[in-house]
């Protein structure tokens, strides 16, 4: 077996294929001991053969591949979205990616619209749950486009599910310490067990037992709203957040808000142990693609933390540098006030990264 770490790439739809390139072409210049293959899973292919996920697809992935980098799904012209929907929630829920890492950084003052934060202020991660509630489709309707029409979904929450989302943030609070160095000290589950008190119920119970495993690290609990304002009012509250799939979605668009914005935010889909997927935390923007004004720096900071993932931390230190120093002098995307295109950001960070 090859030493090099075998990545499949799906670049996807809309600017997924303007940032993916860019992310990969930063990977290669850390000179990092990577093997690289393409996939053109994406709404091209399944509008030209009618394929969303080849016959084996994520089978062949777990076995052949170390992790996978994604772009992004969605296209105008596949209205229902079922190849988006076949293809990434296939992959979380197929390959069972259960956790949904997205950290939260701060690079520079300029980036947050609050007033009177510093980089420093702005450091947490949110774990998300990635392969229950009401992501799940469960439910249906009955009595469809008429007056008694009823529409049930679904919020699926397992013991099994709760349990092993709930001990990987503490794992991850053990495991990584705050860009400055400083450890990792509190754990904050973020729930709604004020009014869904069945769910509630449980992710409150596992919580407090799981938390009692780790008696080194403070637990805190906030109610989804609350947990909204603070993060406004004050983002240094946080350090690490647990939270369910559609709780983790919500807040983490308002979390990438205060570090720049979408272009800025990067996630991992994660099984410990298993072949895992990491993107940006974007979609495909229709409104943008094509224009060579996607910001690149989420789907680069994506692949940093994939290859921290893959161990390989050295080259995934040099990408988070090379993107502080063009966050720093501005050599961006005109969305994070800079003047450059995709390509051309993405070159800044590649030349960078060769010199250092
Ligand atoms: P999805 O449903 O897949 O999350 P969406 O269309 O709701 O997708 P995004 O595609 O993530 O949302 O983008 C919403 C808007 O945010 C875009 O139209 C664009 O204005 C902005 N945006 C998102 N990503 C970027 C980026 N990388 N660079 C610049 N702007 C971006």
């Given at each position: 077996m090859s030493?090099?770490?075998r990545i499949a790439i799906l670049p996807g739809d809309g600017i997924g294929r303007e940032v993916i390139p860019q992310a990969v072409a930063v990977m290669q210049a850390t000179g990092a001991a990577v093997e690289i293959t393409e996939f053109d899973w994406s709404a091209e292919r399944y509008l030209k053969d009618g394929v969303t996920v080849p016959p084996d697809g994520f089978a062949m992935l777990g076995r052949d591949f170390d992790a996978i980098l994604v772009g992004a799904?969605?296209?105008?012209?596949?209205k229902t979205n079922i190849h988006a929907k076949e293809i990434l929630l296939g992959m979380r829920f197929k390959m069972d990616l259960y956790a949904n890492v997205r950290p939260v950084r701060l690079m520079d003052a300029s980036l947050c619209p609050?007033?009177?934060?510093e980089p420093k202020d702005i450091d947490f991660v949110v774990v998300r749950e990635n392969t229950e509630g009401v992501y799940t489709d469960a439910g249906g309707v009955f009595k469809q486009g008429t007056a008694d029409e009823v529409a049930i979904q679904e919020d699926i929450n397992t013991r099994k599910g709760v349990?092993?989302?709930?001990?990987?943030?503490?794992?991850?609070?053990?495991?990584?310490?705050?860009?400055?160095g400083s450890p990792r000290r509190r754990v904050l589950m973020c729930d709604k067990s004020?009014?869904?008190t069945h769910a509630?119920?449980?992710?409150?119970?596992v919580f407090k037992e799981v938390g009692q495993e780790y008696p080194q690290f403070t637990t805190e609990h906030l109610y989804v709203d609350a947990l909204c304002m603070q993060m406004v009012r004050d983002p240094r509250a946080f350090d690490v957040i647990v939270t369910n799939n559609m709780f983790g979605d919500i807040i983490t668009d308002l979390a990438a808000g205060m570090q720049g914005g979408l272009g800025m935010a990067a996630s991992g889909n994660i099984?410990?142990?298993k072949t895992s997927m990491f993107e940006p935390v974007h979609g495909s923007a229709p409104p943008i693609a094509g224009k060579d004004i996607a910001n690149p720096f989420g789907a680069i900071l994506t692949a940093a933390m994939m290859l921290n993932h893959l161990g390989l931390a050295s080259e995934a230190e040099k990408i988070e540098a090379a993107v502080l120093e063009a966050v720093r002098q501005k050599r961006t995307t005109q969305d994070i006030g800079g003047a450059l295109g995709t390509r051309?950001?993405?070159?800044?960070?590649?030349?960078?990264?060769?010199?250092?």
């Open positions: 030493a090099k770490k799904f969605g296209d105008p012209r596949v609050l007033k009177g934060i349990e092993r989302i709930i001990r990987y943030a503490f794992e991850y609070c053990e495991r990584h310490k705050k860009q400055d004020n009014a869904m509630g119920g449980l992710w409150q119970r099984h410990p142990g051309e950001a993405g070159e800044w960070i590649v030349n960078f990264v060769r010199r250092g």
